[in-house]
């Protein structure tokens, strides 16, 4: 029955180091930055599936310290916050988050934009119909936002391109260029 429970003296060493690293966990993320959890970006998502890996093994296998997990999640959440300040300078900001890409522009679907971000015809398809669009001639642009949520620029409305928080997605989108406007 050893394959099934192990031996039984370690379970109480694989109890105590999971809740140490359980506890550590919490004061790093707690100390780190609060978008770690709010908002994921790449970033994020790495520095989630480190933690979790970290705290996993450092709980159950027994040639791992406690410490030895503790120095390598605090090492992950320190580098997480140093990259999250690292994405204000411009030229890391590019490599660190994705670009805002124009998946519709005056209701035409740019599918090529839509390969690009993995996304099919019928995943759009399904996020604007939840959104309550229902006809692409009543979009002026869809904008796939660095974190992956979708905007939706009405054709008629209060928002257009040359407005501002608009204009500032369309100028820094990658691969799209507004024939009549900026670029």
Known sequence: MWWLTGGWEQLGAVAAK?????GTALLALRLGERRTLAQWTMIDVVAAVAVGAIVGRTAVASSQSYVTGAVALVTVVALHRVLSVARFNP????L???RIRVLVAHGRVRDDQLRTC????????AQLRQRGVFQLSDV???L???KGGLTVVPEEGHATSSDGLVRE???NAAGYREPDGPG
Request: proline share 0%; charged share 25%; glycine share 10%.
């Open 18 to 22: 999971a809740t140490l690293m359980y």
């Open 169 to 171: 997605g369309l100028e």
């Open 96 to 98: 660190l988050d994705h």
């Open 144 to 146: 796939y936002e660095a």
């Open 91 to 94: 030229a890391l900001g590019t």
């Open 140 to 142: 002026r642009f869809v």
């Open 118 to 125: 993995g996304l099919t015809r019928d995943d759009l398809y």
